[in-house]
């Protein structure tokens, strides 16, 4: 126990920098992978078949591979395309591909949970498409889909802790090479856990109540 | 077509992995969802807590602790042992909130008729919650299913020899980087196709047996 708390303090701070770039690279694949989630979830229903196509498979590859293997793909493989880019950014574009990909289904799913009635409503009203979508469905949708796509971030940030196996400086990748010039493995890895907990298990509770507080008024 | 050999000699370290870890988090995940439906307070918060832990820190590092960390006098977990046990730790925090959501969807008229009817505990359990509760955590299990065979790529990092570990070795000996990668992920995406399918097909036949 004396242990954990020396090496706690003396290498915090450094533990403390790879958090900062864990959450660097959450931060950075949410702001990228949203926007693009949600033009994937028109995609995938889209009538335009080049359009859809391409979004059925940025959405079905996304998903269906774990993000290690994209990781991987962007690091390892892209420089075979003549395409080499740096740790953080094949991390951040892995990342990003992962987010696209689950945050079109989740927000797909709050687009159906948008009541008939609303459509409806706006179509008696005479809006056009476009304004039914920027004024009813989207903002609804999106609010019922928050939760999950809060839920979503919280993987995600456990998620960049992989990002170690292609050398971004992040919390795992310090903590890992801290352990192996120390063979203090055990006492920091659990610094390094508890760091990742203390970030995502109050995020946990938040969208646990985002969740209740937003489903009162459906 | 070399390539592709490559790749699937991975695949059965990594079924072994993901139902090794599916059984060992289905089996731990009971007590679990027992401490977290107690009436117990301290029982409650322990289960409360232990899940929140085992789901806030991120699979890599459990698996990291287990391999790296643990030596119990001369002995050391293998690879094998120590990402089969850590995704089944942390599957089995993820499979309790599973059932505890399935548990609590069970309408109450279902235990207060029950009780009505003077049936024992364990008779409930068999007979009525059990078989209702297994009919609603089949989407959501298989889904978790799926999702823990793609985690299954993070015990590679602790060198078990599945798909990825597989795949990366032979990116860096051909340099075939990218094509291989993409066969990683159309292999996991073949091999969750029809498990979704399965769930699904389960799940409408189980809907119609119990028509509302």
């Known amino acids: ?218 | 077509m070399d390539m592709l050999k490559v790749v699937m000699m991975g695949l059965p370290m990594t079924i072994v992995v993901t139902v090794l870890a599916l059984m060992i988090g289905s089996v731990i995940a009971l007590p679990i969802v027992a401490g977290l439906r107690s009436k117990n307070k301290l029982i409650w918060l322990l289960s409360r807590g232990l899940v929140d832990i085992l789901r806030g820190v991120p699979p890599v590092v459990w698996l990291f602790i287990l391999y790296y960390g643990i030596t119990i006098g001369a002995v050391k977990l293998s690879a094998l042992q120590a990402g089969i046990i850590g995704l089944g730790v942390v599957a089995a925090a993820y499979l309790a909130e599973i059932f505890r959501g399935a548990i609590s969807s069970i309408p109450k008229g279902q235990w207060e008729a029950s009780s009505a009817l003077g049936f024992r505990q364990a008779t409930v359990w068999t007979r009525i919650v059990g078989p209702q509760t297994a009919r609603s955590v089949i989407p959501a299990y298989t889904t978790f299913a799926i999702g823990l065979l793609k985690d299954s790529s993070i015990a590679s990092t602790i060198g078990v020899s599945e798909i990825v570990f597989m795949s990366n070795q032979y990116a860096r000996q051909s340099g075939e980087g990218i094509m291989v990668f993409f066969v990683a992920a159309a292999v996991y995406i073949v091999l969750s196709v029809p498990l979704g399918l399965l769930s699904r097909r389960l799940d409408i036949k189980m809907r119609k047996a119990v028509a509302r």
């Open chain 1, 1 to 218: 126990m004396n242990n954990l708390f020396e090496i706690a303090i003396e290498y915090g701070p450094t533990l403390l920098g790879g958090l900062k770039v864990s959450l660097t690279l959450t931060l950075l694949s949410l702001v990228i992978g949203l926007p693009i989630g949600l033009v994937f979830s028109f995609g995938v229903v889209a009538r335009n078949k080049v359009f859809r196509y391409i979004s059925v498979f940025f959405v079905e590859v996304g998903r269906g591979a774990p993000a290690l293997v994209l990781l991987q793909l962007m690091y390892y493989g892209l420089p075979n395309a003549s395409i080499t880019l740096s740790a953080m950014a094949s991390a951040c574009l892995a990342l990003t591909w992962t987010t696209a990909a689950y945050s079109a289904e989740l927000i797909r799913g709050g687009m159906q949970g948008v009541p008939a009635g609303e459509i409806e409503g706006s179509n008696a009203l005479g809006m056009s498409r476009r304004d039914s979508l920027r004024f009813i469905i989207i903002p609804q949708g999106l609010r019922i889909a928050l939760p999950s796509l809060m839920g979503f971030a919280v993987l995600l940030f456990q998620a960049t802790s992989l990002a170690y196996s292609v050398a971004v400086p992040e919390l795992m990748s310090q903590a890992y090479s801290i352990g192996s010039s120390t063979f203090q493995y055990l006492p920091i890895f659990i610094v390094a856990g508890l760091l990742y907990a203390a970030i995502s298990v109050p995020a946990t509770w938040l969208s646990v109540w985002a969740e209740r507080i937003l489903s009162k008024h459906l």
